[in-house]
C-alpha cells in the first residue's frame, strides 16, 4: 500500500448516520489530507493536519470532521450533516520538507443508501 | 483561493499518436505544478513535476511545459501506449505559503489510447 492504509475500502452507510474512515502512515511523514474524488471534479481538498494536535479546514470541510492525537492516524468523519457524502475518499501524506509531492491511499468509497 | 481548470475532460487518441492535456491557474504565486497518473481503480501516483523556475522539463516519453505569463501549463506523452490510458490530474500550489502542501487539483482528464 505504499506505507499508507485507508479501510475500509468500501463502505455503505444510511442516512443519517455518522462513519469514520481509517488513514494510517508508516512513512514517518508529518502532513496529512484527505481528499474527496467525485467525477468530473479532481480532488477536493477536506482537511489536512502539518502536525499532531493540529489541522486545518480545506476547501470543502462542512459536514466532515477530523482528529489528529498520533503522527500516523489521521480519521475522518463524515457526519450526518454533510448532504452527499457518497464519494471516493483519499488519504494523503507528504513530507515536512522538500517538494509539495504526496502519497496517496488507496482510498475508501463510501455510499449512502 | 486558487483556481485551477484542466482540459479537455476527455481525450482519445490512437497508439502512437500524442497527447496534450492543458492546464490554467489563477493565482500567480503558485509556483509548483505536478501531474498525477490514476489508473482504474487506483491510487493518484505523481509521473511528473515542475517549479516555475523552468519552462519544461521531460521525462521520456512525458513532458510539461509552464507559461508563467499566462498561467497556464500542459502535459504532453508522445508515443501513447495502451498502459497510458488513465486520468490524469494537474495542480498547483504555492510552496511558499506556510509549506502546507496545499495543492488544488484540476477536474481531471480521461486519456483512452486506442491500440
Known amino acids: 500500500d505504499g506505507g499508507i492504509t485507508q479501510s475500509p475500502k468500501y463502505l455503505f452507510r444510511k442516512e443519517g448516520q455518522n462513519v469514520t474512515l481509517s488513514c494510517e502512515q508508516n512513512l514517518n511523514h508529518d502532513a496529512m489530507y484527505w481528499y474527496r474524488q467525485d467525477p468530473g471534479q479532481g480532488l477536493r481538498l477536506i482537511y489536512y493536519s502539518q502536525i499532531v494536535n493540529d489541522f486545518q479546514k480545506g476547501d470543502i470541510a462542512e459536514g466532515y470532521s477530523v482528529s489528529r492525537e498520533k503522527k500516523e492516524s489521521f480519521p475522518l468523519t463524515v457526519t450526518s450533516a454533510q448532504k452527499n457524502p457518497t464519494a471516493f475518499y483519499l488519504c494523503a501524506t507528504k513530507r515536512d520538507s522538500g517538494a509539495n509531492v504526496l502519497t496517496f491511499g488507496a482510498g475508501s468509497r463510501l455510499t449512502v443508501l | 483561493g486558487e483556481n485551477v481548470e484542466q482540459h479537455p475532460s476527455t481525450l482519445s487518441v490512437q497508439e502512437g499518436d500524442s497527447a496534450v492535456i492543458k492546464c490554467t491557474y489563477s493565482d500567480s504565486a503558485s509556483n509548483y505544478f505536478p501531474w498525477y497518473k490514476q489508473e482504474l481503480g487506483k491510487r493518484p501516483q505523481l509521473i511528473i513535476d515542475i517549479r516555475s523556475n523552468v519552462g519544461e522539463k521531460k521525462d521520456q516519453r512525458i513532458a510539461v511545459t509552464l507559461n508563467k505569463t499566462a498561467k497556464h501549463f500542459s502535459l504532453h506523452i508522445t508515443e501513447t501506449q495502451p498502459e497510458d490510458s488513465a486520468v490524469y490530474f494537474c495542480?498547483?500550489?504555492?510552496?511558499?505559503?506556510?509549506?502546507?502542501?496545499?495543492?488544488?487539483f484540476g477536474q481531471g482528464t480521461t486519456l483512452q489510447v486506442k491500440p
Open positions: 495542480a498547483a500550489s504555492n510552496s511558499f505559503s506556510g509549506n502546507t502542501g496545499k495543492l488544488i
